[in-house]
């Protein structure tokens, strides 16, 4: 199978078909309508073989969760997903292997509408790097700088099982079968939240999607609103598995460990009774408020102030 058939087979024929796409994939670039009055969202994340994945990691997880880191940082962004452009270098071109990528990735792009117009394939160690492209109005895009003393701050979901599943297969700890599996599709195929970012729009001062782990993120934004915050441990939300195995891991898996893709976003005062009102206000998490002393506190459930060792995954520390 040469290039043009591997891209022909597994990359042209897809589930989605977008009335903005002039011209998709086969030309020498894609040609797209951009939705008049709307910022264009660009967005995109490199997967690496060996350092983001295990080599030898399910195809099918694989090609989904590329896709869908994208998407989260779209919804982070309170962007609507429309296009994609996949950047692949392939040791092979193993057909079962692509097939099965394929196949996760199109099931989250057929979710979500989004169409895959272009990219490029070369040989070369496995690596996956997609970029994503979204909409939102000018004036509504969710930004990290938007955080003011008096916000609430929130979160999405649990946080804490993806890092636990990580850990199971680091081998660090021990899960019970049924345990390993609630959340080893925490880490394998999270779910962006696109709905939830796009609802956001209007109501949520600054946003972000938690990657590094929930106080690297919220770090990010409250060194971009020049703010400081406080949280508090007993509200932040966990899963039940999580919480079975919190002797053994402790905060840090929660509070650093990653791979989360929940939204930790800001709220202020005059917006809370809008977001109360959301559809899914019964899954967003109170954990805590902005303030205006920079730096990120931490309160144990005994209102004193708790010290994480770790803070959150930075792929250049100490190096
Ligand atoms: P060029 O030589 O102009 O870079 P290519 O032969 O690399 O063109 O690609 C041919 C067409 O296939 C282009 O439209 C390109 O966007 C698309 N394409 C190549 N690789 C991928 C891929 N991994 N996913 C989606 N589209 C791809
Ligand atoms: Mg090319």
């Given at each position: ?17 977008r009335?903005?796409?002039?011209l ?73 292997w ?25 040989r ?12 939102v ?29 990580l ?83 402790g ?5 650093a ?63």
């Amino acid at each position: 199978m040469n290039e043009f058939e591997l891209i022909r087979r597994f990359f042209a024929r897809q589930p989605v078909s977008r009335a903005d796409v002039k011209l998709g994939i086969g030309d020498d670039a894609a040609l797209l309508y951009p939705p008049a009055g709307r910022l264009l969202a660009v967005t995109s994340d490199l997967l690496v073989a060996g350092v983001h994945f295990f080599p030898e990691a399910d195809p099918v997880s694989l090609g989904y969760k590329s896709l869908a880191v994208n998407l989260s940082d779209l919804a982070a962004m309170g962007a609507e997903p429309a296009w994609f452009v996949l950047n692949l270098t392939l040791p092979a071109a193993d057909e079962r292997w692509l097939e099965r990528f394929c196949q996760g990735m199109f099931a989250l792009a057929r979710e979500h509408d989004v169409q895959l117009v272009g990219g490029d394939t070369a040989r070369g160690p496995l690596a996956i790097a997609i970029e994503a492209h979204g909409f939102v109005p000018p004036r509504m895009a969710l930004r990290r700088s938007g955080a003011r003393t008096g916000d609430r701050i929130y979160v999405t979901g649990t946080l804490g099982d993806a890092a636990l599943a990580l850990q199971h297969q680091r081998g660090n700890i021990r899960l019970s079968e049924n345990d390993f599996a609630a959340v080893m599709p925490r880490l394998e195929q999270p779910v962006p939240r696109v709905r939830e970012g796009i609802a956001l729009r209007g109501i949520a001062a600054s946003a972000i999607d938690i990657s590094d782990g929930l106080l690297a993120d919220l770090g990010h934004i409250l060194e971009a609103s020049k703010t400081g915050a406080r949280i508090f441990l007993e509200r932040i939300p966990v899963s039940p598995v999580c919480r079975r195995h919190f002797d053994e891991v402790g905060w840090e898996t929660v509070l650093a460990g990653g791979d989360d893709y929940e939204l930790c976003f800001t709220v202020p005062e005059k917006n809370i009774t809008a977001l109360e009102k959301l559809p899914f206000a019964g899954e967003l998490h109170y954990i805590g408020e902005i303030e205006q002393d920079a730096g990120l506190r931490v309160m144990d459930a005994a209102g004193k102030p708790y010290s994480p060792s770790a803070t959150g995954h930075d792929h250049f520390a100490g190096k």
